[in-house]
């Protein structure tokens, strides 16, 4: 039983790099650190940031695909990686409080005038604008995973008033927990800001598209740190135009990095960060090892995906 590490993301860390993490807690186990055209029949988990095109098909008697990182849409659905090969991911908690952080820094920015306040000093301006109440604004959480569930609490603890949107229902203190598409609607017209962290899945996939995006509160934000094909690019750009929304904010987007003739990009009231709202993953991963060690002793594995569900 062997272990080959596949990272072809040089912003990401090197095979090596981790590879060195991972031989003194595994000692004794192979770790392969790249995959030519040779079949490699004694590797059972492959621990990778991406499925390569060709991959799987080298790996006979693959059993656990560990991505190194959250989001798992281009692995669960991928045609090459047989039905019966598990998927396991990372969930550190240092990037979950780093995008609650994000998202709340967005907000705060908001509720502050952070922004006019920099354009009115810059011009010699005394111009106290009051700042607004969290007691008296909304804010709503779209996933209440891992990550959702840790900013829909931070926010609560900051007396906003929270609504958590998930598919089944949570209960969360301080948090108005709702579940299921039919509510949606109603919770985002209440909505001054809306935080998505939901995965990509097929029922997540265009959510927001011209239709859910004119239920938002008129004059409303919404942040999207989980994955940019929940949103319909152009249906955004176009409530953004119309003056509808206050403004977006996004960190994730269909294509990553964004072409630089994107239209989001010459787009008013459209803050865009780089994918770069949950970055550290200390300690995450111990859990590329615990996984192994786990697989090979058949226990049950750490945050494994439902691969139906597509998270
Ligand atoms: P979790 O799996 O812990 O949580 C996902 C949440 O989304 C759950 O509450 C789940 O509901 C909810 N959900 C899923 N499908 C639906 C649906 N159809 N309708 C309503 N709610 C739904 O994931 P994490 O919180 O760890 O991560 C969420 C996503 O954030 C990742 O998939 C990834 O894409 C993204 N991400 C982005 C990063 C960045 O840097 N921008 C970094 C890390 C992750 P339920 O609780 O009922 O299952």
Redesign the pocket.
């Known amino acids: 039983m062997a272990l080959l590490i596949d990272i072809r993301d040089p912003d990401w860390m090197s095979e090596e790099a981790l590879r060195d993490i991972l031989v003194p807690l595994l000692p004794g186990v192979t770790i392969h650190c790249s995959i030519g055209k040779e079949t490699l029949p004694d590797v059972k988990v492959l621990a990778a940031v991406k499925l390569y095109p060709g991959v799987a098909g080298k790996l006979p008697n693959l059993q656990l695909v560990q991505k190194l ?5 281009t692995m669960v659905g991928d045609p090459d990686l047989p039905q019966g090969v598990r998927v396991t ?1 990372l ?1 550190p908690n240092s ?2 409080q780093e ?1 609650a952080e994000y998202c709340l820094a967005y907000v705060l920015r908001d509720q502050r005038n952070l922004l006019s306040h920099a354009t009115d000093a810059a011009r010699q301006t005394w111009n106290p604008v009051p700042p607004r109440k969290n007691s008296e604004t909304t804010v709503g959480v ?8 840790r900013t829909a609490r931070i926010f609560a603890g900051l007396d906003f008033r929270v609504l958590g ?4 229902l ?1 209960s969360i203190d301080g948090v108005d927990c709702r ?3 039919d509510t949606l609607p109603e919770l985002l017209s209440q909505c001054d800001y809306v935080a998505s ?5 097929p ?2 996939r265009n959510l927001f598209d011209a239709s859910l995006i004119s239920k938002l509160k008129p004059g409303a934000v919404l942040i999207n ?3 940019g094909d929940l949103i319909v690019d152009d249906d955004l750009i176009h409530t953004l135009k119309s003056g509808h929304l206050g403004g977006a904010v996004l ?2 987007f269909r294509e990553e990095p964004l072409p630089r003739d994107h239209p989001f990009w010459f787009c008013e009231n459209l803050t865009i960060t780089p ?5 550290h993953i200390d300690g995450g991963l111990d859990d590329v090892a615990a996984n192994y060690l786990r697989l090979s002793q058949g226990q049950p594995l750490l945050h494994e995906v439902d691969r139906q ?1 597509g ?1």
């Open positions: 990182g959250a989001g798992v849409e991911r969930k990037a979950a995008i779209l996933g209440l995973g891992h990550i959702g569930g949107w998930s598919r089944s949570k579940c299921g598409e962290i939901l995965p990509s899945t029922q997540t740190a989980g994955r960190d994730v994918h770069v709202s949950g970055w569900a998270y």
